[in-house]
Structure formats: C-alpha cells, structure tokens
C-alpha cells in the first residue's frame, strides 16, 4: 500500500462492517437480462437477485470496453483524467498521491481478494499488489470481506464460435434496430443467449456459497458488468448499447440503513456513473474517502446528491483509432465525434471473429444496408449526434440537426465542454503527442493535464471545434494553426484540413512542411490529408515510410492512415514487413501489419 496512514481497525470494530462480493460479469449490456426486460433469457438467479435488492435502471459504464473502465474502478479516478483510456496503454500514473480503492478497504480492516481479472491498464504498479491472496476463506476469524468473482461466460468471444445449434430461438431474438434482419445475424443472438443463462448459472453458484456458510445475512452483494456488449455496435461505442449496463445491489435487513429505497424489489431511478462505485463501496465500508476521488456516493448516510448527467469516452480501441465522448441525462443521449473523418465501424480483428460482424460487414459490401443499418460504416460520421433514450431506445434517430431540439443540443454540448474541462481530459490530442510530452518533462499523464503551461485544455478544445465545423471560411485560420508553437494546435489545424479535403495550393505547400515537423503525430496527419487530398502523394508516402522505418511512436498510426487512404500497399511493402511493434498497444501494431500485408 502505498501514502497511506491510517492504523488497522480492531477485529471488534471490523465485524460491525459488512461483507461485499461484488459479481463482475465481463461485456453484457442491460438488454440481455430477465430482470430488465428480456423474455427470452432465463435468468433466475439474478432475478431473484433483483427481487431480493435494487435494481438501478440508469447505470453506466464511463467507457465502453474493459480496461479504462476498470482503471477508472480501480483508481475511482476517471481514466481519461489519469492518461489511462487507450487501449493497453499502461501509462503510469503518479502512484504516491493515487491509491487503489483496495488499499483503503484493507486500512479499514477488510480482506480484500480479486483472483480473477484485473486489467487496470496503468503502469508503475503490478495489478495485483492491491489485494489478498485467494478469497474470504483465508481471512482471520471475524475479519470482514471484500471479494471481486470475476464472469468470462458472458465476455465478448463467448459470441465467437458455431451459432447454428444454440438453444435460445433466433426467431424469437429482439434486434438493436441497427443491425440488419439476417439468419447469420438472428444466430448469433441466440448463442449469445445461451451465454448469458451461462453465467446466471456460475453466479447462482457463488450466491449457493453465502448461504451455505451462513453469511448472507451478513454481505452485501452487488452485480453489474464491467461495460456493455457484446453484438457488433456495442462494446466499445458509446450509443447505449456499449454504456448501459445492469446493476443490482442486495443488502441485509441489518444493514437497512444502507438501503436506496423503502424495500427490496423496489426499482431504482438514480442515475449511477461506474466512477461512483469505488467512492460509494468504501462510504459502506466504513473506510476513508480520498478527496482525489471522482464520482458521487449513491449508498447509505454519506449518499451525495444525485447526478443529472452521465459523462463516456472512447479512445484507441484495440489496433483502431475512435476518440469521441457522450453525455447522458435520463432521456437525452449525446455524443461528438472527434474523429469523423473515419468510419465507425472500423474493421477490428477481434471483434470480426464473430460471426454477425462478418454477416454485417458483407451485407454492407453487397449493397443491402439502409441508413439506419448502414449508419455503422458510413465514411463520414456525423460530428454530433442526439439521441431521444424514451423513444428511441436503439439510438438510430439522430436528432442533432432538428430545430426542435437545439435546446437540448445546445445543453448537454456545454455540459461536455465543461466536465471536460473539470476532469483535465487527456484525449483532446493525439496519444503519441501526450506520451511524448510527458516522457519529455519526466512527469505522468495526469500531471502534465493538469498543469496548463503543458496542456492548454482550453486552447485545444476551441481548436478542435474550429477544425470539425468543415467550414471552408476556416481554412485560412486552420493554416495559420499549423505555424503554431505549440504541437497540438499544429495538428488541429492539420485535422481540419483533413476533413475539409481538396486544399488550395497555398494549403498544400503549408501541409507540405509539416512534414518535416518535430512531432511525428502532426507529420503523420499532414501525410493523411496529402494523400486523402491526392496531393503531392510521393512526398507524403515517404514521411509515412521514414515513420515505419524510424520506429516512431506512430507506428501503430501509420499503419492505420495507410489502410484508411486506400493507398496502394505495394508502396509500402518493405517498411510495413520491417516496422517494429508501437511502444504501447501491445502487439497491436503487429496485427495491423498482418491486416496490411494479406
């Protein structure tokens, strides 16, 4: 443990708190379960759950795949504050001042186990140095649990597979509106169905423990996913079907005092951020609340007021680049595209293992999708989308546009600039530059957001806007970016460009020299606009070939714009077969290359 002071509470003390296990399913958005309206699933050990506790109705996930959802659970920072969104980044963050919820549990006198997955996503500190060895069985007499059983039945590659022998009856599969009404597609719900009655079974296991130990009365159990899922379009995008997740909380009558509302079985209306659970769950407890934290106490006598906006961001997903952020009230969804200059439906290697994302890719290539159920690969996404969550529960309606609604619009746009700007988001700018300026001045991601002679937050935002109007009248002021001193104003006014396509000669001589810039990520995008703008091709193709070649941070970037240009590959050929993997990413930048080469 680490910065921490507070001294052991005695083993009289630690027998007043209650026992947590807190059943962590992997991927599932609400739409899979009993409890929250689907018939055709059995569920009944997490609808007796639900009878037996509360069920929230508005919980969701702050980003919609495993690994900056869990940093942000972990750390109850959210990850997009700390540097932690992309992707198996493993950033580091400045572990002298942030702790691990778990490190305060154990202060507080708990037996703290997590033997399953932990995937945090941060660097400087191993995973599990947070927690205890194995579960509640190696506690001392009377000690107090809290106990993570981590759920892979319903992880996205259960989805993976044969899906012409399941159960479950395609027939009877209610489709997100946005998928097409195929058999490939109706299939693959149906073992996805047969997944999720999986994991009700492995989950009535552990509840079958409590009782058989005489410790129900005694524990709090909680169940919630880690993010949505699992169907093409969900995990990993920020539409309600990668952020809305079940969360349901069972607590003793003697600890009532607990309690969301008068009795169990009792829906909950309160809308709940995953950033408000690692705060809410040591308020329980009974241990320290660091100030540090993010997020509101929705449990008990400390409860804080409630929030009326839900606040998700999505980064580099995998090996492919999607950086956009949402905000949610009850009703309105809305969310802005900070990369519309690329499709959303990205081929992703993983994901298109599934069976329904190749029956949906090939139904777009032949032609039968409509602009509802093609909207996923459409090359020019929308900037900003609204979404009416009452009417429109799939979020195929885009609503941005009608006059009707510039009200709501206009709100929860304000609203994002400003939790933008409370939260120090470290995603405004291109991954490789914000490494580079950190690993630079020596300090961590959240340090350098957070001083603003490093991070102009404000300047970047405004700069980014400017960029995604596409308005003509701007090119002059996108050009005079690109002179900027400062890095990530250069490569706004290079993304600008990007989207307006077709520069005047004056345009293209200035992006021309970008190409020599100090950042590789501005070099990079000023390439990506040359040749998307079929201007001085050759000059641009060679940057992107020194990039390869020079082991750049943008590697894994690179490899992205070549298969995003359509260009021709064969150009490229030798400093793709050469390029090393990225410093970050994993091997993803390796699983672009073998996607490049074939």
């Known amino acids: 443990m680490v910065g921490l002071t507070l001294p052991l509470l005695s083993l009289s003390a630690a027998v007043q708190q209650p026992n947590v296990l807190w059943l962590d399913a992997e991927d599932a958005n609400v739409n899979w379960f009993g409890s929250y309206g689907n018939d055709e699933v059995t569920t009944p050990n997490l609808d007796q759950l639900a009878e037996e506790g509360f069920r929230y109705r508005h919980a969701f996930a702050n980003a919609p795949v ?5 940093s942000t659970w972990i750390t109850g920072v959210l990850s997009v504050s700390n540097g932690t969104l992309p992707m198996r980044s493993r950033n580091a963050i400045p572990h002298d001042t942030i702790n691990y919820y778990p490190d305060y549990l154990r202060e507080a006198g708990y037996y703290v186990t997590q033997p399953g997955k932990t995937d945090y996503n941060i660097g400087g500190r191993e995973d599990r140095d947070a927690w205890n060895e194995g579960d509640w069985g190696n506690r001392k007499p009377g000690q107090p649990f809290f106990h993570v059983a981590h759920f892979p039945e319903s992880h996205e590659s259960r989805a993976f597979g044969d899906v012409n022998n399941s159960r479950h009856d395609p027939a009877k599969q209610r489709l997100r509106a946005y998928h097409p009404d195929i058999p490939r597609i109706r299939n693959n719900y149906a073992h996805y169905a047969d997944q999720v009655e999986r994991l009700d079974e492995a989950i009535g296991k552990w509840l079958d423990r409590l009782d058989e130990e005489g410790l129900a009365d005694d524990t709090i159990v909680i169940f919630t996913t880690d993010h949505g899922g699992v169907m093409p379009g969900s995990k990993r995008y920020l539409k309600d079907s990668g952020t809305h997740s079940p969360l349901i909380i069972r607590i003793p009558e003697k600890f009532k005092n607990l309690w969301p509302a008068d009795a169990p079985g009792e829906p909950v209306d309160r809308l709940v951020s995953f950033v408000d659970m690692p705060k809410t769950w040591l308020s329980i407890t009974g241990a320290k609340v660091p100030d540090y934290m993010d997020g509101r106490i929705f449990l008990g006598p400390d409860t804080e007021p409630a929030r009326e906006t839900h606040f998700a961001f999505a980064g580099r997903m995998v090996n492919r680049y999607l950086e ?38 090939e139904h777009h290539q032949a ?49 994002l600039r400003e939790w933008q700007l409370e939260s120090h988001d470290a995603g405004v700018l291109a991954e490789e530059i914000v490494v580079e300026r950190a690993e630079k001045h020596g300090i961590t991601i959240h340090e350098l957001v957070r001083n603003p002679d490093l991070y102009d937050l404000p300047a970047y935002l405004d700069a980014a806007d400017i960029a995604l109007e596409a308005d003509p009248e701007n090119r002059k002021r996108l050009v005079r970016m690109l002179a900027h001193e400062d890095a990530g104003l250069r490569y706004w006014g290079v993304v600008g460009l990007l989207i307006l396509g077709d520069p005047a000669p004056a345009v293209t001589g200035a992006l021309v020299d970008r190409l020599q810039d100090e950042s590789d990520a501005v070099r990079a995008m000023a390439a990506w606009a040359l040749i998307d703008a079929d201007e001085e091709k050759a000059a641009a193709r060679s940057c992107l070939i020194s990039l390869l070649d020079d082991a750049s941070l943008t590697t894994l970037l690179v490899l992205n714009i070549i298969d995003l240009t359509h260009d021709d590959v064969s150009v490229y050929r030798e400093a793709i077969e050469g390029a090393i993997d990225s410093p970050f990413g994993g091997n993803y930048a390796r699983r672009m290359k073998n996607h490049l080469l074939d």
């Open 66 to 70: 495993c690994s900056p959802s869990r």
């Open 324 to 361: 956009m952020r949402a905000v949610r009230d009850k009703r309105f969804l809305y969310i802005k595209n900070y990369m519309p200059y690329v499709p959303i439906g990205q081929e992703i290697g993983y994901l298109w293992r599934m069976e329904a994302a190749q029956a949906w890719d």
């Open 367 to 415: 032609g039968k999708t409509d602009a509802i159920t093609g909207a996923f690969f459409d090359p020019r996404p929308p900037v900003e989308e609204l979404y009416d969550t009452t009417r429109d529960p799939d979020n195929v309606i885009n609503l941005a546009h009608r006059p009707e609604h510039q009200g709501d619009l206009e709100t929860l746009r304000a609203a």
